[in-house]
């Protein structure tokens, strides 16, 4: 494959350098309480579609999108067992993709018929696939989300944009994009903050103000080839839970296509078993997040029709950041039609993860020697203590 343009990090369709590149890495592609035994989904990532289904005995499966006979969608066929049905002539094919009945022919040899079939495995509420040639690589775990604590899968964030939008998501907007949020809890001044550093490290990169004494020092962490990782107040339930509690979070952002990706969210919060099981019923209290609902209101104000400001007092500070984050990042538009950008010292990470992609990208091109990726234990703990607020 040609390596032709540098900057190309935004297509990740099938015969993509970037999306060869992502099928690399294991992708989540579903939350798994959102799909029930016996249940079957058409879903699409990174611009090719599949089945996924969960048979009778609660193991995700992950198939082709089409029936080999006449290719109907299998996914709205039925699932029996641990195979699937499809709806137009009947064919069954288990969870390798191996067709084991074709119930109308009169010879019938579903031995010589297969779909494609991908390794699923289930972990942090979230259903991973690899999609890439094989051999799959292990699925990577994240140490400091496998401790003990309150640990959960948020509401999957589908949005009009293309991932990389997602990942370039830098620690610098808090100050202005959720300014409506501190003003709700209470903390309307935040400092611009110290010069911004970053590092290339041995999971991707590491991001952070320049240190000062006495104050706790943050980082945000990007873990390549695309997931962000954060401490943050953005927080379901009360507002007095966003005032005093913090989660570790996982940002998976995953392209649907190239205009648009999901981004699937896993909290962390150290909670012990009892005051888990109560911030349990506040964050139900509270109720999930519509995503639809959600998307809605930031397309509302992105389109003028409503004020940020104007949203309700009693919305959680979770839904509120979903919506001060749609709107600058969705209302930035598509990569290829906006103007120039001017990166500036703020954009330091956002700089060095593209500068480390494009290196990426080119050794593939190239055949040479891929960075291998590691994930720690102890980024999350590395974070200092809050400052309190009010
Ligand atoms: S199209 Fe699926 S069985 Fe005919």
Redesign the pocket.
């Known amino acids: 494959m040609e390596y032709g343009n540098a900057a190309d990090l935004y297509h990740t369709g099938p015969g993509t350098l970037a999306g060869e590149y992502m099928r690399k890495f294991w992708q989540p592609v579903h939350r798994a309480k959102d799909l029930q035994r016996g249940q079957a989904l058409g879903i699409r990532i990174m611009s090719e579609d599949f089945t996924l289904f969960r048979g009778d005995r609660g193991t995700p499966r992950l198939v082709g999108s089409r029936?080999a006979?006449?290719?109907?969608q299998l996914s709205i066929g039925w699932v029996e067992g641990d195979s699937i049905r499809?709806r137009?002539?009947?064919?069954r094919y288990n969870g390798e993709g191996q067709c084991v009945e074709q119930p109308l022919e009169e010879r019938p040899a579903p031995e010589r018929v297969c779909i494609r079939s991908y390794q699923v495995e289930e972990y942090l509420g979230l259903i991973f696939a690899y999609l890439g040639a094989e051999p799959a690589p292990p699925l990577r775990r994240f140490p400091d989300f496998d401790r003990p604590g309150y640990v959960e899968a948020g509401p999957p964030e589908y949005w009009p944009c293309n991932y990389m939008t997602r990942i370039d998501n830098d620690p610098r907007h808090v100050v202005f994009t959720h300014r409506e949020s501190w003003k709700r809890m209470g903390d309307p001044v935040r400092p611009a903050g110290t010069r911004l550093l970053a590092e290339e490290t041995e999971y991707g990169v590491r991001t952070y103000g320049e240190p000062v004494p006495g104050r706790p020092q943050r980082y945000t962490y990007f873990h390549m080839p695309n997931i962000n990782q954060v401490r943050s107040p953005r927080i379901e339930g009360t507002l007095d839970d966003s005032r005093n509690l913090e989660a570790d979070r996982l940002f998976w952002r995953v392209p649907i296509d190239d205009e648009r990706c999901v981004n699937f969210v896993v909290d962390y919060i150290p909670l012990k078993p009892e005051e888990a099981e109560e911030y349990g019923r506040r964050r139900e209290a509270a109720g999930e997040a519509k995503p639809a609902e959600l998307n809605a209101l930031g397309d509302a104000i992105l389109a003028g029709r409503m004020r940020l400001e104007d949203l309700p007092a009693d919305m959680s500070i979770y839904k509120l950041f979903w919506i001060e984050d749609y709107i600058t990042q969705v209302g930035q538009g598509a990569p290829a039609g906006r103007p120039p950008e001017h990166l500036g010292s703020a954009d330091m990470g956002v700089v060095l993860k593209r500068k480390i992609w494009e290196r990426e990208l080119r050794a593939l091109a190239n055949g040479e020697p891929l960075k291998q990726w590691y994930t720690p234990a102890g980024l999350a703990e590395a974070q200092g203590a809050r400052v309190p607020i009010g």
């Open positions: 029936c006979h006449r290719g109907t499809c137009y002539h009947g064919w």
